[in-house]
């Protein structure tokens, strides 16, 4: 199976309410983009038009890695107009409020999966069937998890079990796919002498690494190295903390409440899927949240509170007070729904014209916000699995 082989196998328009006027403050734009994550061209765009960073809003985040179209606003009563290789700008009103989260409405999929079996294409109508039906297991997805070090854990749990130190090596050495030599190589020496902070300062480059050693060198509480964190990347490590212990409570929900189970890997976690519910599993599921953890969590049932109890416990967090008061951040709180069942899903295939002698399946379907398109696809690609139930 391959996804994004072209710019165009992966296209996502988002959906919004966009409360146009006809002299707002707000300039409100539509932007297409391709090869960039959103913040790194909202970035590029505060340098270009010569505007600050705090005058763009955005309603949410969209991937790399995929042709994207989304709405912002700039706070500049100028009319820019842009289009170059990557990505057009084009203005189309104002409005009286900045864009936000709470104007998206959904987004719009459509994908193309490539070098595929004709086995394949016939197992994934036979999925993307039962997916209009019963929908799937609203996961956050592998995205989501970009902080995660597989052998060293979640930077925001470290921090909860008060242990700076652990995760400012999670922040200072763990590798990423996307690092080039030079900084893998930096964080190989990190990791070597970590706990000599002297040589930790020298072979630092950037000034963030500086301050964290300088400050661990003077002897200081290295709690205090932690406030050296921007607020942006603190708000990335618990979001995806925050995501972890959410597919970990739907999982074992899962598991507890459905008879077959289908398996897709991910970085923190398999995805547990099921099949074709029982009506009443179903009846259960389709209306039920589960608030990500924070201090001012509320469960719709028993079961699910019991069920975050118990993986808590496990982690050493009973108890624990998820407010980080010394970094003056409180984790955040919202429900995410359990179950969500994608809008006017198609699915057909066809001769790859990539992959020779291998088929393609084109999809689209519309998804609420908050839900990812790659997560249907690994529901529609799970494969069956025994679990054992405790």
């Given at each position: 199976m391959k996804i994004k082989v072209r710019p165009e196998d992966f296209q996502v328009e988002e959906i919004a309410y966009l409360p146009l006027s006809e002299d707002g403050p707000y300039r409100v734009y539509h932007l297409k983009k391709w090869g960039w994550n959103t913040l790194d061209l909202l970035r590029r765009l505060s340098r270009t038009l010569n505007v600050p960073f705090q005058a763009i809003s955005y309603g949410g985040k969209k991937d790399r890695y995929a042709l994207t179209t989304q709405y912002i606003t700039i706070k500049d009563r100028r009319e820019f107009n842009i289009k170059e290789k990557n990505y057009t700008l084009v203005?189309?009103?104002?409005?009286?409020?900045?864009?936000?989260?709470?104007?998206?409405?959904?987004?719009?999929?459509?994908?193309?999966v490539r070098k595929l079996r004709e086995q394949d294409t016939r197992r994934v109508a036979e999925a993307s069937a039962e997916v209009s039906r019963w929908g799937f297991i609203n996961y956050f997805d592998d995205q989501r998890f970009g902080s995660y070090a597989p052998k060293q854990g979640f930077i925001a749990e470290k921090i909860l079990l008060d242990r700076p130190l652990d995760a400012l090596r999670i922040i200072l050495t763990h590798i990423y796919p996307e690092d080039k030599k030079a900084e893998r190589q930096r964080k190989r020496r990190l990791r070597e002498c970590w706990g000599d902070w002297q040589r930790c300062l020298e072979v630092s480059e950037t000034g963030f690494e500086k301050n964290i050693f300088s400050t661990l060198l003077r002897g200081r509480d290295p709690r205090d190295a932690l406030r050296l964190i921007g607020r942006e990347e603190l708000s990335m490590y618990v979001a995806a903390y925050q995501a972890f212990l959410w597919n970990e409570t739907a999982r074992r929900l899962t598991v507890q409440v459905s008879r077959r189970i289908l398996r897709y890997r991910g970085i923190a976690g398999d995805y547990l899927f099921y099949r074709t519910p029982e009506i009443e599993e179903f009846s259960y599921l389709k209306d039920l949240t589960i608030p990500v953890?924070?201090?001012?969590?509320?469960?719709?049932?028993?079961?699910?509170?019991?069920?975050?109890?118990?993986?808590?416990?496990?982690?050493?967090?009973?108890?624990?007070?998820?407010?980080?008061?010394?970094?003056?951040?409180?984790?955040?709180?919202?429900?995410?729904?359990?179950?969500?069942?994608?809008?006017?899903?198609?699915?057909?295939s066809e001769t790859d014209e990539v992959y020779s002698n291998y088929r393609a399946i084109r999809l689209s379907f519309t998804l609420p916000k908050g839900s990812y398109g790659t997560m249907l696809l690994k529901r529609l690609f799970a494969i069956e699995c025994d679990i054992i139930r405790k």
């Open positions: 203005p189309i009103g104002t409005m009286y409020r900045p864009m936000g989260p709470d104007l998206i409405r959904g987004n719009r999929f459509r994908i193309t953890v924070s201090d001012s969590m509320v469960f719709q049932d028993k079961r699910t509170s019991r069920l975050l109890e118990e993986i808590l416990e496990e982690r050493g967090l009973k108890g624990v007070k998820f407010n980080l008061q010394f970094l003056k951040y409180r984790f955040p709180s919202f429900n995410r729904k359990v179950v969500v069942i994608p809008e006017d899903l198609q699915c057909s």
